[in-house]
């Protein structure tokens, strides 16, 4: 059973910042919340992973509330190329089974 | 990263055959998994498939229909049986557990499109 809640989609113009929510409620002491993306016939693809507060990195930012009962996913300026779909998942850090929400398709417009 | 040889890619199948998909890692990882995805839709795991002992299935999948193998910790394979329309779907491995780094982050597969007609 998913975890997680998420937007169904998203529009968003090249250039902007997009944000993208998850609520996960019964996130457990243990668990770790991750993103994936997805773009049309290929495998998911690790973006960022945190715990607790804020993580950055080349691509991303993930900020996570004191309570951890949700999660938001950021990207600065987007292109084109960043149309896909975006999950969020939750689960223990070590050797997980994930699974998957609905996840969020994201539609960057030039 | 992991680099994850799925093969075949994509195949047309009779109904009433089977077909085998391998899962082949670069290097040793701890987990490996088998997920499905239907067009459109979200990702459902299968099963986890265990080094030496049988696979764990998850709700609604069982080992008749969906018989996975994983002689090795970087090598898996998951046969779809006695297929039908149904089962056309895209079929992903992904691995866990890089043996030997503390890396902790899932790598899937490009998947094996398969078509049951």
């Known amino acids: 059973l998913a975890k997680t809640t998420q937007p169904i989609s998203m529009d968003s113009y090249e250039g902007q910042e997009v944000n993208i929510t998850c609520s996960h409620n019964n996130i457990a002491t243990n668990d770790y919340i991750t993103w994936y993306q997805q773009f049309p016939s290929q495998g998911p693809r690790f973006i960022i992973q945190?715990?607790?507060t804020k993580v950055t990195n080349e691509v991303a930012s993930l900020f996570i509330p004191a309570d951890r009962k949700s999660s938001t996913l950021s990207l600065p300026r987007v292109s084109l190329s960043d149309t896909a779909v975006y999950y969020c998942l939750v689960g223990e850090g070590n050797f997980n089974k994930f699974y998957f929400g609905s996840g969020t398709k994201l539609n960057v417009k030039p | 990263s992991a680099v994850i040889s799925q093969k075949p890619s994509r195949d047309i199948c009779q109904r009433g055959t089977s077909l085998t998909i391998q899962c082949q890692v670069d290097s040793q990882v701890t987990m490996m998994f088998w997920y499905r995805q239907q067009p459109g839709q979200s990702l459902t795991l299968i099963a986890t498939?265990?080094?030496?002992?049988?696979?764990?299935?998850e709700s609604g999948f069982v080992i008749d229909k969906f018989p996975i193998s994983r002689p090795n910790l970087t090598f898996s394979t998951l046969t779809v049986s006695n297929m039908t329309p149904e089962d056309s779907s895209i079929y992903l491995c992904s691995v866990e557990g890089h043996l030997g780094t503390l890396n902790t982050e899932a790598f899937f597969g490009q998947g094996t499109r398969l078509t049951v007609v």
């Open positions: 498939a265990n080094q030496g002992s049988e696979a764990t299935y």
């Open positions: 945190g715990y607790k």
